[in-house]
Every structure is written in C-alpha cells, then in structure tokens.
C-alpha cells in the first residue's frame, strides 16, 4: 500500500470494528481497549480521523485537547502542565502502510485541525517497554522529551513528548 489515493477523513461508526482491529493488533505498543472505549473516543475525541486507501483502512489516529472527561493519566500529565495542547492519544498504521508517510500526514492533520491558540502537540511514547521506531518517528517530527511517567509499579514508563507548533 502507498500513500497515493490516501483519504484522511473523520471515523465514521462503520469503521469502528476494523479500527478496534488494528489497535488490537499493535498492543502494547498502544493499550489495549475493547469496543465500549472506542465508542467512547468515537462520542468524545476531540479528533479521530482514519486514512484510507480504497477500502481498507490503513491507519487512525485519536486526539484531545484539555477540557474532557478523559481520565488517561498520560492526558491528565499534560493536562496538569500545559493550558493549550493537542495530544495525540493514540495512533496505529496497518503493517501493510508503513513507511509510506501516512502517520506523518495524520500529525499534519491533527494539528492543521487546532485552533491557532493551540501551541503545542503533545504525545507518549513507551520506553518500558520499548517502542524504538515510534521513539524515532517522533524525533524525527521535531518532538522532545519533557517528561516521563512510570505505572504497573515501574514495569512500564512511558516519554513525555512535545512538539511546539507555532
């Protein structure tokens, strides 16, 4: 797959199930949810949008900004330091779309989507365990380090990424 004939656009309830699939099968490097949460991020995400090419979908991506009842404790990090953010919650791309510059068009998307005031993108990515190609995808889009966060009693830790928009 490439990312010619690629359609970025708003999920829609069809998409769903295919969406629930393609999270599942990128555990653990994004948390595992059932279908009830991601009906949750479909009602309340501040943004989700897929990118399709034909009819398959090739990758999504869920965002918030302050002000939701979202209670990550990843969001609520950023929430407790920063006024104006767009984070990314969660991001996955088929296996058969890598490297084809669809993850880097969702990021372009997401922030062409906030507001001007918005002046940071905000975003985890796992360091316990490791997630070494995220870790370098983000670089490479200009993110940062300004922070971490450990959970199930150390076992897992995860970087605090920002990425200054305007």
């Known amino acids: 797959?490439?990312?010619?004939?690629?359609?970025?656009?708003?999920?829609?309830?069809s998409d769903l199930d295919a969406v629930l699939v393609l999270n599942q099968s990128?555990?653990?490097h994004v948390g595992s949810i059932d279908a009830t949460r991601m009906r949750w991020y479909a009602d309340h995400a501040?943004?989700?949008?897929?990118?399709?090419?034909?009819?398959?979908?090739?990758?999504?991506?869920?965002?918030?900004?302050?002000?939701?009842?979202?209670?990550?404790?990843?969001?609520?990090?950023?929430?407790q330091r920063y006024p104006k953010f767009a984070y990314v919650d969660r991001v996955a791309v088929a296996a058969s779309a890598r490297r084809t510059g669809i993850a880097?068009?969702?990021?372009?998307d997401f922030a062409a989507a906030m507001p001007e005031a918005v002046p940071v993108m905000t975003c985890e990515v796992n360091v316990r365990p490791a997630n070494e190609s995220s870790?370098?995808?983000h670089r490479r889009l200009g993110f940062e380090q300004v922070g971490s966060l450990t959970s199930d009693d150390g076992a897992k830790e995860v970087a605090m990424l920002l990425?200054?928009?305007r």
């Open 135 to 137: 870790m370098d995808f």
């Open 163 to 165: 990425k200054t928009l």
């Open 26 to 28: 990128e555990v653990p």
């Open 1 to 13: 797959m490439d990312a010619d004939g690629l359609i970025i656009r708003d999920v829609r309830d």
């Open 104 to 108: 880097t068009r969702l990021y372009d």
């Open 46 to 79: 501040s943004y989700f949008r897929v990118a399709t090419a034909g009819e398959a979908l090739a990758a999504y991506l869920v965002g918030f900004r302050p002000g939701t009842t979202y209670t990550s404790p990843n969001y609520l990090w950023f929430c």
